[in-house]
């Protein structure tokens, strides 16, 4: 029960879209708040991937989450790592810290999946954070770079082949923006090798890219990523993941310098820590008020959260609609009031951009393709970035590298190792 003597201790883990959406949905409420995060900044991950292929810089998509909140007088910002929760006393440990809680709301999202070959992983980095981002970008400059300088064919082509595992929406914005860098941004830099001779290849496990979207976009979205030179290989399957290239599963080898990760997730060890029922991604399961079954005061959102009876995408938007649900519940409760209406979630819609003039959207009934589709795309995602000066840089550089085809942040400032 909740002490008389002090306000209700709330622990958010997770300075992400579900974790600040909650913290701001208990601004006004009598609760005191501490924000636990192993980062010290709120990445913008749809974007990542243009921090990847060196149109955005990182501080671009990124605040400190200590400026973010810094107008909210009843919480506080705990930079370390979330190790353990002891439900028993109520306690979060992290790092050296051990943080009472009268609530607790687990949203520190999910890591990649490699599906049991975590070797597999220093082959083949994913796109989850700025470290991420960095280290993808200085390995597809790099290998530019080697090329010019190398004197065997086969390890030039090896050198500017890159292969991209995954077709849903990360794979499919990463492919088309390595086209573009390499066939129009780059083509006019080296004097050994022609950059619009590199070889991009999409591999999707499944019979088509963007699963999720009808088929008619996901048509749309093959066609025009293969006339962008994108080799879009279906019901393919990754066997073998080393820095010398990918193998599939009728044994074929494609020999890469390159590679990214965009085929699964897998969720954060919080349905350990809780010792609470998950689901076959490691997704805890929880009930309709998105509490933890048999621990109603611990709540947990975004990612890591398995609604029981419900299908949620594990997208920003989704997981905002969860932070705030779970703020307003606490609040209510810390204010004596009954809250007893069930988490539903409305789904705004899809979005995938393709290229400098492509994209697909599906909100409802309606359905954009193409340079309209695009704008839209563009609109709606710089109108959710954080901060006006982000939203007016992002617009400002993205007009320029759509006018010019130049991109400013081809700075390799991180060795591959």
Not at 43 to 51: K, R
Not at 120 to 148: C, N, Q, S, V
Not at 378 to 396: D, P, S, W
Request: proline share 4%.
């Amino acid at each position: 029960m909740v002490t008389e003597s002090r306000r209700p201790r709330v622990v958010i883990v997770g300075g992400g879209f579900a974790g600040l959406e909650a913290a701001r949905a208990l601004a006004r409420a009598p609760v005191d708040i501490v924000l636990v995060d192993r980062q010290n900044h709120h990445c913008f991950q749809p974007l990542l991937y243009q921090v990847a292929t060196a149109t955005l810089s990182p501080a671009d998509i990124a605040w400190p989450i200590r400026a973010i909140v810094s107008g909210q007088s009843n919480l506080r910002v705990v930079m370390a790592q979330v190790t353990a929760v002891e439900t028993g006393t109520r306690t979060v440990q992290a790092d050296s810290l051990s943080l009472p809680y009268d609530y607790l709301v687990l949203a520190c999202g999910v890591t990649h999946a490699y599906f049991g070959h975590d070797e597999w992983a220093a082959a083949a980095p994913g796109l989850k954070t700025i470290e991420d981002a960095r280290d993808i970008r200085a390995r597809f400059l790099l290998a530019f770079e080697r090329a010019e300088i190398a004197d065997d064919d086969a390890v030039r082509r090896r050198l500017l082949t890159f292969v991209v595992v995954g077709g849903g929406p990360t794979g499919v914005e990463m492919a088309g923006a390595m086209a573009e860098v390499a066939h129009e941004t780059l083509r006019a830099d080296f004097r050994r090798i022609d950059p619009r001779m590199s070889r991009i290849v999409l591999i999707e496990a499944g019979p088509r890219i963007l699963p999720a979207l009808p088929d008619n976009l996901s048509y749309y979205a093959t066609t025009t990523l293969e006339g962008m030179g994108v080799e879009v290989m279906v019901d393919s399957r990754v066997t073998d993941c080393t820095r010398e290239g990918v193998t599939l599963g009728n044994g074929s080898r494609i020999a890469a310098s390159t590679i990214v990760w965009a085929a699964g997730v897998v969720a954060s060890p919080v349905a350990q820590w809780l010792g609470a029922e998950q689901d076959r991604a490691g997704r805890v399961i929880v009930d309709a008020d998105l509490s933890v079954p048999g621990l109603p005061n611990v709540f947990v959102a975004g990612d890591l959260a398995a609604v029981r009876g419900a299908q949620i995408p594990g997208i920003a938007p989704a997981a905002k609609q969860m932070g705030r649900y779970i703020g307003r519940v606490i609040a209510a409760r810390t204010e004596g009031r009954a809250h007893t209406e069930p988490f539903r979630y409305r789904h705004a819609g899809d979005l995938a951009t393709i290229g400098r003039r492509a994209a697909v959207v599906k909100i409802g009934r309606l359905e954009l393709t193409g340079f309209l589709a695009w704008w839209f795309w563009g609109v709606a995602h710089i109108y959710f970035l954080i901060g006006l000066r982000n939203r007016f840089v992002v617009a400002i550089t993205w007009l320029w590298s759509w006018l010019t085809f130049r991109r400013g942040a081809r700075l390799i400032s991180v060795a591959e190792e």
